[in-house]
């Protein structure tokens, strides 16, 4: 059965600090997958998402950049965190046309 | 107008109650639907998809599509404790590239 990890699960990083967040999967080859943000009030906000290793689409502009440099690994970066960069990071991979998320990570920048 | 409206609730029920959770939507070429559930902090579970109009049955969830009126609805029958969570709609054009989400409705069932 397929599994999806993403670490850490919590994270507080001061304004200015980088960031790396990653998202692993189990059990399935060449995955569609997506990285969202969701803030409090405001529902699920595609940021990334990847149909192979290299191919990034990007859905909104931000300081938030994505890499998959593996077929079942995508990672979330960013050089300079923004205090509006917190919320609740989650990655998902596709089935058929469904998805399936990962844990997810809070992330809060102070 | 939003592509996909979800009531944000809160819901509040008793146990034993049936639930009913609905999104309505406006882009006639969403084909797949699907129903996740939030529980807090966590990420969200798929609970049930369908590509058809009509009635998909699992356990106590049923999944309700009604294309001509761009309505879905999730019920739930005999409501537990454990069913408190939020709820969300999710819909595609086709393929999964993209999901167009609701925001959620958060529902309690009190014992």
């Known amino acids: 059965s397929q599994t999806i990890h993403q670490w850490p699960a919590t994270l507080v990083q001061p304004v200015g600090s980088p960031l790396s967040l990653e998202c692993t999967v189990e059990?399935?080859?060449?995955?569609?997958l997506y990285w969202y943000r969701q803030a409090a009030g405001r529902g699920l906000q595609l940021l990334f998402y990847?149909?192979?290793?290299?191919?990034i689409s990007s859905e909104v502009p931000q300081n938030l950049s994505a890499s998959r440099p593996q077929d079942r690994q995508f990672i979330l970066s960013s050089k300079k965190l923004l205090l509006s960069d917190s919320g609740f990071y989650l990655c998902a991979w596709s089935g058929t046309y469904e998805q399936y998320f990962g844990p997810g990570t809070r992330l809060t920048v102070t | 107008q939003k592509e996909v409206e979800q009531d944000p609730g809160p819901l509040s029920v008793p146990e034993g109650a049936i639930v009913s959770l609905n999104c309505t939507y406006s882009n006639s070429a969403f084909q797949y639907f699907m129903w996740y559930r939030q529980y807090s902090r966590k990420g969200p579970e798929l609970l049930m998809y369908t590509y058809s109009s009509g009635n998909k049955e699992d356990g106590r969830f049923t999944a309700q599509v009604d294309k001509s009126s761009k309505y879905i609805s999730l019920f739930i029958r005999d409501s537990q404790p454990s069913d408190s969570a939020t709820y969300l709609c999710a819909m595609s054009q086709g393929g999964s590239e993209k999901l167009v989400f609701g925001k959620g409705t958060k529902l309690t069932v009190n014992p």
């Open positions: 990847s149909v192979g290793i290299g191919q």
């Open positions: 059990g399935t080859s060449n995955p569609n």
